[in-house]
């Protein structure tokens, strides 16, 4: 039996190719947005900076999400840990229609990709990272290791939540991220929402292996056993069987995480014994779908893919044949209009309204805002007779009594003791 009917496949994998193409053009063009003519110099930024590698597989996962986000009216924020992706968190935001109601300079057509190809990685435009300025994100990847940290922020006291966190493997050995798995253990599937974690192992970082890539699958899941998840692989680099693993495997993964909700949600007085939160192992090549040769050296599959594959393409006019090639594959006359709008029949693949990750509420700054459960900060003054003289302890004497009374009933009430087996 199979999750995706072959038309429903057709249009995830066509939605998929829109966004990779969006995403190599926002590294590598300031012109020729759409492949009118052939590729001249002039088209080519004069500088190339950006990063390839990890990009597909974030575009892969960020259509699957919204598939069930549609199917099951999720509410999801998306956190991009691998903050090279900056590309690919652009163009999906781009293709499902917050980007151009944020930025109407950046409109949804082709005038507007060519603006969103000109700013990238450019002066007076956007960084290459996921930045504060991306709609829809609440972590800057530049800075790795946090991932983790920021979707257990967001899931706590936000019951109807799912953060889909992906962890890149090269940021999977930070010291940060490393100790962030066991943040499973400070949720409540009564009061909170919850965070699915995905960790993306594509193989290399900028020029070297990757650890978690390289242990044995068998011990990757002890290790994430361990941390309290019962992870689900996804592993490939044909599309139309990847397409259809990770469908089935995000459907698994939330019919788990509903019924942990759901047990737990049922019961009266203490939350039952806590049980291993569902994560997801997605194992795709580095710059998946990219050139497979440069110069006669591998790249798809290797850290070569890592930023630019062809570094070169302004000069040489071998790379620009590449390139140009390379944008082709992705047939964008399948996928773009004469005016360089995406295609109805793919556009309806996004979420409507806030469900769209890009405009959820909880990932823009403000939508949500209220007011803090604090307790009179008066009560927490020292007395200071004489100034030079008085020395105090941080949580001093007995008139903070009350203040710490206050505190303590607030925090059982938002954090109730978990039994665990």
Known sequence: MTTLAPEDMQKIDAYWRAAN?????????????LPREPLQPEHVKPRLLGH????PGLNFLYVHL???????????VYICGPGHGGPGMVANTWLEGTYSEIYPNVSADARGMKELFRQFSFPGGIPSHAAPETPGSIHEGGELGYALSHAYGAALDNPDLVVACVIGDGEAETGPLATSWHSNKFLNPVRDGTVLPILHLNGWKI??????????KDELTRLMEGYGHRPYFVEGDEAEAMHEAMAATLDAALDEIGDIQAGARGTAGDPPARRPWPMIVLRSPKGWTGPAEVDGLPV?????????????????AGHREALEAWMRSYRP???FDDDGRLRPELAALAPAGNRRMGANLHANGGALLRDLDLPDFRNYAVAVKKPGTTSSEPTPGARND???????ERRRRQFPA????
């Open 300 to 316: 798809e599959g290797t850290w070569r893919s890592h930023q630019v594959p062809l570094a070169a393409v302004r000069t040489n």
């Open 207 to 216: 020029a070297n292996p990757m650890v978690l890539a390289r242990i044995s």
């Open 333 to 335: 006359e399948e996928l």
């Open 21 to 33: 193409y969006l995403s190599v053009g926002q590294i590598y063009l300031l012109d020729n947005a």
């Open 402 to 408: 009350a203040a710490r009374r206050h505190g303590r």
């Open 66 to 76: 919204n598939r069930v986000i549609r199917a099951r009216d999720l509410n999801v």
């Open 418 to 421: 978990v039994r665990t087996r």
């Open 52 to 55: 390839w590698g990890t990009t």
